[in-house]
């Protein structure tokens, strides 16, 4: 390893204040560069390393790709060079700590620690457009500096003094990175890319939210095996607090198979984001109801949909206002079929999702499903109860509310029943105590569940009001939004309401209830908005995408009818006429795997939580789980 250098040592155009830290292969000293007058950073390798060739090769050629990045959460490099014997990289002195101290420290608060992530991820996917892969993420290489809970990263060591071989495991058996946070491929010494780089970073968040690494064990070979062959631990066996949903972003990032990971770093944090936004909980939405809508037995809706070249075809869409609802940001649609166009792409062969053995029975003549905290909640129409599935066991809990449940939210640890009479009725999450009844002023068509707030439609007055999930109070007064208010949605901070008279969708803030944004004209036909994990789709005749003023319309294939939900990584559709959900990209350009088949006859409602797709059968009354792949 060689001495230190000595204070006033001048190297590279610099002079050492005094060593700030050492590693496997170099120390870091801080530095007083001459000719800026700045104080610096400065690498020096080993010198056994800086003796080998390939090494040194590999060191030029990283230096000036790294050396390209420009990103607010890169620590840029000055200068590289070779002296005396020595070769150095000078890079910008961040007064700041590095993050494995900050985890020593204590806790991190959850929002602290995503956001973290969040700017690393940034600096992930700018390396990865330019080819290089860091190889070696941890928390000793994230620098933090801001005060606590406004963090500003730095990304350090960027693949530079990695001992990387062809063959990944070098002779004396030591892998290239650190064993806490290594992929599997980087440890079988496969071809590793940006993918690789994700699975580190899932690492260093589950590190983060739970103070642990994700296979901690006494023995490096034991480590070793979590990391190929132990599936994902479940961050709430150690903090059960957190979002189930967020337990399951970083179960994705850490699959052990590259393609069952995100997309990018990027779309890991914002999932992860989104899913601590959203408190894990699965906001129900109800169903988009088309132009020509009747009421059968039992206040069933169905809607008529004008087909090219023959008569129209009905689609049920459940009973009730709330009952098709497809939660979890979840919306109804149909497609006008277009003959000049072709068909959509047919699936790839992917399988996406495994459906679990054992249905689980709930409540009769299911309408409505949630998620949030844990569980699942139908609500059971006929007997006048909700019934809470418990996820950990599957056990099933009766609890009853009266009135005529239909549609559920959770929000506050509690979960809201609508009961189609103007009222709610909020049960406590963990106990099942059921509250006051919440009666209302006026009568209403949509609800939905934001963060503090339980969302209602009033179509009479043209408005929308709230009611606090916190204290359970109606707050008086309603919003006026536009012409025919319908379909509502609530997600990261924001309301959205489809006004049908003036073919607008409407963003408010939550907080405020305050216009966030301008007005989006919509197609004529749509009526419903669902919201969830980030992105906004609306739908009615179609189904559309909405990002910021511009709605980008579904192209699909020629007489699918059913409905959509969201999940934090595409888009599942439900093919009523086929009987079949297929999961695609959020462009909805392409399948992301092969179609479900075997879908229950009479899918009240479908929502994607916790890592499955949750389908409630109204003619059985059971709910089936697709364990997503």
Request: proline share 6%.
């Amino acid at each position: 390893m060689g001495r230190d250098l000595a204070p006033g040592t001048v190297i590279g155009g610099v002079s050492i204040i005094g060593l700030a830290g050492r590693g496997g292969m170099g120390s870091v000293y801080r530095a007083q560069h001459l000719a800026l007058d700045r104080t610096v950073a400065i690498k020096v390798m080993n010198a056994d390393v800086a003796d080998d060739p390939e090494f040194l090769a590999r060191f030029r050629r990283e230096a000036r790709l790294a050396a390209a990045l420009d990103h607010p959460h890169v620590v840029p490099i000055m200068h590289a060079g070779e002296e005396g014997g020595r070769v150095y990289l000078t890079m910008k002195f961040v007064d700041g700590t590095d993050l494995s101290k900050v985890i020593r420290e204590g806790s991190v608060e959850p929002a602290e620690a995503v956001e973290i992530v969040h700017q690393v991820a940034g600096a992930l996917d700018a390396a990865h457009a330019r080819g290089l892969v860091h190889r070696d993420v941890k928390p000793a290489n994230i620098l933090v500096s801001g005060s606590r809970g406004r963090p500003h990263s730095y990304l350090t060591d960027f693949g530079i003094t990695k001992e990387v071989s062809d063959n990944g495991l070098t002779a004396a058996g030591m892998t290239i990175g650190t064993v806490d946070y290594m992929s599997p491929e980087q440890i079988n010494g496969d071809p590793v890319d940006g993918r690789s780089d994700q699975y580190a970073l899932a690492c260093v968040l589950f590190q983060l939210l739970t103070g642990r690494v994700p296979f901690a064990a006494d023995r490096q070979v034991a480590r070793i095996s979590g990391h190929l062959y132990s599936p994902p631990p479940d961050l709430r066996t150690i903090r059960p607090q957190l979002p189930g949903e967020l337990a399951h972003v970083v179960a994705k990032g850490l699959a052990k198979q590259p393609d069952r990971r995100f997309a990018s770093c990027t779309a890991l944090a914002e999932a992860a984001r989104t899913a601590l936004v959203d408190g894990g909980s699965v906001h129900s939405t109800v169903p988009f109801v088309g132009a020509d809508v009747t009421h059968g037995p039992g206040g069933s809706s169905t809607m008529s949909a004008p087909r090219a070249g023959g008569p129209s075809r009905r689609v049920l869409l459940g009973a009730g206002a709330g009952a098709a609802a497809l939660a979890a940001g979840a919306i109804g649609w149909h497609l006008i079929p277009r003959d000049d166009e072709p068909a959509g792409p047919g699936p790839s062969p992917g399988v996406v999702g495994e459906l679990k053995s054992g249905a689980i029975s709930v409540g009769p003549n299911p309408r409505g499903l949630a998620g949030g905290d844990g569980a699942l909640w139908t609500a059971n129409y006929d007997d006048g109860t909700v019934s809470r599935i418990d996820l950990a066991n599957r056990t099933v809990r009766s609890i009853k509310v009266n009135g005529g449940p239909g549609s559920l939210h959770f929000g506050q640890g509690k979960t809201w029943v609508w009961n189609y009479s103007s009222s709610f009725t909020p049960v406590d999450a963990a106990t099942g105590e059921v509250g006051e009844l919440i009666r209302l002023d006026h009568a209403i068509s949509r609800s939905a569940a934001g963060t503090d707030f339980l969302w209602y439609v009033v179509p009479s007055q043209h408005a929308i009001g709230r009611i606090d999930m916190r204290s359970g109070e109606n707050i008086p007064g309603l919003i006026k939004v536009g012409s025919r208010p319908d379909g509502i949605a609530a997600s990261g901070g924001k309301v959205y309401v489809v006004c049908v008279g003036d073919r607008a969708l409407v963003t408010l803030d939550e907080a405020t209830g305050q216009p966030a944004g301008e007005r989006v004209d919509l197609p004529a036909g749509i009526v419903g908005v669902v919201a969830a994990f980030g992105r906004v789709f609306v739908g009615g005749n179609g189904l559309a995408q909405v990002r910021g003023s511009k709605v980008t319309a579904a192209d699909l294939e020629n007489n699918v009818r059913g409905s959509a939900a969201l999940g934090n990584d595409g888009v599942w559709i439900h093919d009523g006429s086929g009987g079949t959900i297929t999961k695609y990209d959020f462009d909805l350009k392409a399948p992301l795997g092969a179609s479900i088949a075997g879908v229950p006859p009479r899918l009240v409602d479908f929502l994607v939580f916790s890592g499955s797709l949750w389908l409630l059968d109204g003619d059985n009354s059971q709910v089936h789980e697709i364990r997503i792949l």
